[in-house]
Structures are given as C-alpha cells and as structure tokens.
C-alpha cells in the first residue's frame, strides 16, 4: 500500500462492503488481528480498536491508478524491512498535487514532504547561504534542520506566519435540505447560525464516537453569483472518509435529492494567517474593517487582497 498499512474495514463507496488488503507482506503475523477487527465491522458495525489509520477510506482515487501504483509500490514493498525513521521521504509518485503557492515556496527554498498526495511544506532552507532543501540525515532524533522549525514557530508566537494548508479536505454541500442534512451529522445545529458564520463542531458514530473534526462555514452572501450552502472543511486523511459520511447522510437525510456535496478541495487553496500580528497584516492589504468588532470570532467574510476577491473566515 501507499503507506505500508493495511487497508481493512467497510468501503467508503459501497455499503456493507468490507475489506481486508495490502498486508505489505506480513499477513502471517498480521492475521490474526486483522480477521478479527474484520469479524467485529461485520457482525458489530465496528472495532472495539481505533482503526483509523487502516481504514479504505484514508486512500484516494488516483493511488488505484497503474501509474501511482507502479511507482510507489516498488518503494513501499522496498521499505518494509528498513528502519522506520520518522523524516524518511516518499521519493516516487511525487508532485502529483500543488497548491497554487508551489512555485513561490519553492523559489524561497521550501522542502516538501507528501501530504496526503499533495506537496506539502516541511521546512524553508536558507538558499541564499548555500543551503539544500533537503531530507538531511536520518534520524530518530531532532532533524539536522529543527533550528529552521523553531525559528518559524517563535515568528508564529510573536509575529504572524503565512502557511499554506490547500491540502486540507473541502466538500461544498448546497440544496434546500443541506441545513437539515448537516444538524443531523455534526453536533451543532449549523443551520440555525447566521450568513457568514464558520462553526468548529465533529461528526459523531451512532455510538458517540469521533468520525472526523471539522469546521462548517455558512458561506456569505456575496456578489458575482458567488453560490450559497455550506462550506464544510476537515483534515486531509479523512478527505474520503468525510465524503462518503456526508453523501450517505444526504441519502437517508434527504432522499428526495434536494442536497448535494461537492468535493472543491483543488478549486480552493487555503492559506492560514496566524500570530498575534496577523490583523496588523491583512489590515493592510485590504479595504475591509478586520478590527475584532467588525470581524469577530467565527465571522466569514469576503474581502478583497490586492485585486483578488478570497473568503476570510476567522477561527
């Protein structure tokens, strides 16, 4: 597999289909475990073990394909017996998704790392020293290049920092019935909040359990046939898992058909602004009030930077 976990549990796509894959060559030992979490899914609906890292659900579309897979699994199958080191890279099916920042990063010496099929910032090197972008020495120990990690976190802390985080999973869901679809399946009654409110809640298991943490926008009314609904954002590895919860939610919550999710995670890049100096920042970008009475906590807003036109949600 991808990443040298088995692929076990119920498909994303298709209901009461479950898998059990991708042993990476250690089903032997596996076994066991693996037929037993299987057992408990089919008869119980679920694992008396988080599993979430084993789930279908964490895998993308375009990993099935023979491209991808003629690549990486050659690499992974390659990996199985070699020491795990925590900064070892994924070299091959590479630069597979950008965010629309990759160019400007990589000029300023950023290093990438595979993000859940994105390229995905690791650290920015000093080129203008001489400096490679690089993996460095593999280590269980802080990396040859933490220094450059502890000086982006103290900029965080007491100044502001840009980070681009276009990997993050988002799912618009429109249709007359999407409020009543979503107060099913978060625990806040999204629906009742206002035009231009983001709000951060978790969709639960029947059982009250964790399935995925995430944030709803009530996206604004604005201008130039912007469309309504909600914009609904989670974390990368639970981009399918999230899809298939909101799509059978639509099924049983709205069968007649009026609601619907669309996945925009490549129509949207998303760039984080944060540290305490960060309104000092956007405040002189824009023309919109950003001062915290007028763009309070959780607001939503369309404002202008430069010439573009960006939703700013604050949270």
């Known amino acids: 597999t991808p990443d040298l976990a088995p692929i076990v549990g119920e498909a994303p796509e298709l209901k009461n289909y479950y898998i059990a894959a991708g042993m990476n060559s250690i089903g032997i030992l596996t076994g066991g475990g693996i037929g037993r979490n299987l057992a408990q899914n089919i008869v119980d609906g679920h694992p ?15 990993q099935a394909t023979p491209a991808y897979r003629g690549a990486r699994v050659v690499e992974s199958l390659g990996k199985v017996y070699k020491c795990h080191y925590p900064n070892r890279p994924t070299d091959t099916a590479r630069n597979v998704k950008r965010s629309p920042l990759h160019e400007r990063l990589a000029v300023r010496g950023a290093y990438f790392r595979d993000v859940s ?18 993996a460095g020495e593999l280590t269980w120990r802080r990396p040859s290049w933490f220094h450059r990690w502890a000086a982006e976190h103290q900029a965080c802390r007491t100044a502001c920092a840009l980070i681009d985080m276009s990997f993050m999973s988002k799912f618009l869901v429109q249709g007359r019935d999407a409020s009543v679809v979503l107060d099913r399946l978060v625990t806040s009654r999204v629906g009742d909040a206002p035009s231009g409110v983001i709000t951060y809640t978790q969709m639960l298991s029947d059982r009250g359990t964790m399935e995925a943490d995430l944030t709803v926008t009530k996206i604004p009314d604005g201008a130039g046939g912007t469309p309504g609904g909600f914009l609904v954002v989670a974390t990368d590895t639970a981009h399918r898992h999230v899809e298939s ?3 059978r939610g639509i099924e049983k919550e709205a069968p007649s058909g009026c609601a ?7 129509a949207y890049a998303q760039i984080n602004l944060q540290g305490p100096k960060s309104r000092q920042l956007l405040s002189a970008l824009t023309s919109v009030d950003v001062s915290d009475s007028a763009f309070p906590f959780r607001a939503a807003r369309y404002i202008d930077i430069g010439c573009a036109r960006v939703l700013a949600t604050r949270i």
């Open 260 to 266: 619907f999710a669309t996945d925009v995670t490549g």
């Open 245 to 247: 919860l909101l799509r």
């Open 48 to 62: 008396d073990v988080d599993v979430t890292a084993m789930l279908p659900a964490r895998l993308h579309p375009y």
């Open 117 to 134: 099929g994105w390229e995905g910032v690791d650290y920015f090197a000093d080129i203008a020293s001489g400096e490679k972008p690089e």
